[in-house]
């Protein structure tokens, strides 16, 4: 089993298919991004990266620095707020969160975050933090030969101990949501939720389904009669007067070793 420990390393099992997707993506964007974009007030952004390797540290910090130059970072919470009353047409703003659990997200991401002040949501998958699980190859990088470091409990603990941080649920599986039976979608919805309110001391009111994979009407109504505040999806969009629903947040999901040519992009759709 070959543990990822960096971007560079990831990048060695991309499929030839994808390594030609991105060459011409990023061409593309390199010479879009020229384009002078405006930045739009009056809504919310919300960011989701899975990994924070070594290697993406030194692009990461000057896309906070973007960022913390466009609009402010707000929590989760203080988003749902501002969606539910209203987002002054004047402001602009960043929420942040990381799906997966990995082991980098503690040891790359929140001393970061502290010192820039940024609230974040760190959504996991219970059933993998502390557990070394063989599948894990498969299930996330679609790779049964690879495999990561995941976070343990006592990681989730001291970032829960953060009043910036809170920590939301990736379900308990990191399995494809509609694809299950509406009892076990149920299940993977309400026992994440229970086990970490349980091993942290800590509410927690948000879901993120895995891959943003989920059935539009019966998911989200699960999530409502769990008691989950929200359910962010991986579409990638802006949360405005027009796009005001907390259960179907949408979200953009970054690399961490991009240029800031990708934020310019993305944040403009």
């Known amino acids: 089993m070959n543990y990822i420990s960096s971007y560079k390393d990831l990048k060695k099992y991309d499929s ?25 007030k009056g809504n919310i952004i919300f960011p989701f990266y899975h990994h924070v390797f070594d290697d993406e540290m030194e692009n990461f910090n000057e896309q906070l620095k973007y ?8 929590s989760y919470d203080q988003a749902l707020n501002l969606i539910e009353s209203g987002i ?13 659990g990995f082991k980098n997200m503690v040891e790359n991401i929140t001393d970061k975050l502290l010192t820039y002040n940024i609230p974040a949501t760190f959504f996991i998958p219970t059933s993998f933090i502390g557990n070394k699980r063989e599948d894990a190859g498969k299930i996330f990088f679609n790779n049964q030969n690879i495999s990561i470091e995941f976070l343990d409990w006592e990681d989730c603990k001291k970032i829960s101990a953060q009043k910036l941080f809170s920590i939301g649920s990736h379900s308990v599986n990191h399995s494809l949501i509609s694809k ?32 943003g994979d989920f059935s539009f009407i019966r998911d989200i109504k699960i999530a409502q009669q769990i008691g989950y505040k929200s359910l962010s ?25 991009w240029g800031t040519n990708y934020l310019k992009f993305f944040f403009n759709k």
């Open 16 to 40: 030839s298919s994808k390594k030609i997707k991105n060459f011409f993506k990023h061409n593309f964007i390199k010479i879009i991004s020229k384009k002078n974009f405006k930045i739009h």
């Open 67 to 74: 960022m913390k130059n466009n609009g402010d970072f707000i």
């Open 88 to 100: 002054n047409e004047n402001e602009k703003y960043f929420c942040m969160s990381f799906d997966d």
């Open 180 to 211: 299950l039976s509406e009892e076990d979608s149920e299940n993977e919805m309400k026992n994440s939720k229970k086990e970490i309110e349980t091993k942290l001391s800590v509410p927690c009111n948000h879901f993120a389904p895995p891959v």
């Open 233 to 257: 999806t991986t579409i990638r969009g802006k949360m405005d007067k027009q796009n005001n629903n907390v259960y179907h947040i949408y979200r953009h999901h970054l690399i961490a070793g």
